[in-house]
C-alpha cells in the first residue's frame, strides 16, 4: 500500500483525491492547528509520502524519521522555504507544489492590503465604532490614492504580474520593478521599467513585494531600503515575512518616515498580539489569508493531492520542484 501521512485537516475534496486512489492509506493529523513536532515525527516513521504545509518544517530529522521509504513530499504552498531541498534532494525525494493556482486570490489580496493601508480603512472603521465621526472634515482621514502614481513591484513573477494587472486599470502612471534579472516579456504588458531596488524604494509611490524568500531576499527591506522611500509612500508585503527587517519596518513607521504598511505575512506567524507593529494605526496587518478563498484552497488541496500521487506511482506530476 502507499502510505501517506497529511499534516493538517485539509479541504474535503482534497482528501477525497487520496481516499478515493487505489492503494493509498491516509494518515492524518486532523486537527487545525499545525502538527505538534513529537507528533509529525511519528507520523511519517515508515510512509511513502507526505503531504505538508509551509508551516511545517521539514528537516532532516523529519527525512530521518520518515525513513529510506519517503519518495515524494507534497507541499500545499507555493512557497517552499519550509523545506530542506539540499537534503531532499540528496535522498532522491521528489517534491510537488501549487503554483498558479492561488495566483489571482493573492493577487486580489494584495490589492485590497494596498487600499486598505493607503486609504486608512480599518482605521477610519474603527473612528465609526468608537465615536471619532463628528462630522465631515476637509482633510480628516485622507490617505493617498493610486491615480497617477509610480508602483514598484518587487518580483515580477506569477503574483507580481497578475498584481500589476489589477493596478493598472485604477490609472497608476508607471511601473517599476526589480528582481534577480529585467523580465522584457512579462514587463511589456504593464511598460514596466526594470530597475535595482535602491531606485525602486526611491521613486516608488506604493511599494509591493511578491518575491520568493531565498538568502538574497532575506531582510533586503530594511532601514537603508524604508530610509530611501518617500515620505507619502505605501509598503505592501505579501510574499514572506523575513524578507522584511520588522524592527526597521517599525521605526520608519513610527517615525513618519514612510506613510504606511499592510503586511500579510509576518515573523513569526501568528505575530504576538504584543508586538510594536500592532500598536501603530499607520500598519494593517493580516493573518497570511493571501490564497483564502473557499475555491482556492480547494483547488490547493486537489492539486497537491494529485501531485502526490502521481509522484507515488512514477508518474509526471502536475507541478514538480524540480530540484
Known sequence: AMSVFVTRRIPAEGLRVLSQASGCRVQQWDSEEPVPRAELLAGVAGTRGLLCLLSDRIDREVLDAAGPGLKVISTLSVGFDHLALDEIKKRGIRVGYTPDVLTDATAELSVALLLSACRRLPEAAEQVKSGGWTTWKPLWMCGYGLSDSTVGIVGLGRIGQAVARRLKPFGVRRFLYTGSGPKPESAAEFGAEFVPLTRLAEESDFVVVTCAL??????????????????????????????????????????????????????????????????????????????????????????????????????????????
Open 214 to 323: 531565498t538568502p538574497a531576499t532575506q531582510g533586503m527591506c530594511n532601514k537603508d531600503f524604508f530610509g530611501r522611500m518617500k515620505k507619502t509612500s505605501v509598503f505592501v508585503n505579501t510574499s514572506r515575512g523575513a524578507v522584511v527587517n520588522q524592527e526597521d519596518l517599525y521605526d520608519a513607521l513610527a517615525q513618519g518616515r514612510i506613510a504606511a504598511a499592510g503586511l500579510d505575512v509576518t515573523t513569526p506567524e501568528p505575530l504576538p498580539t504584543d508586538h510594536p507593529l500592532l500598536s501603530l494605526k499607520n500598519c494593517v496587518i493580516l493573518p497570511h489569508i493571501g490564497s483564502a478563498t473557499y475555491a482556492t484552497r480547494s483547488t490547493m488541496a486537489v492539486l497537491a493531492a494529485k501531485n502526490l500521487l502521481a509522484g507515488l506511482r512514477g508518474e509526471p506530476m502536475p507541478h514538480e520542484l524540480k530540484l
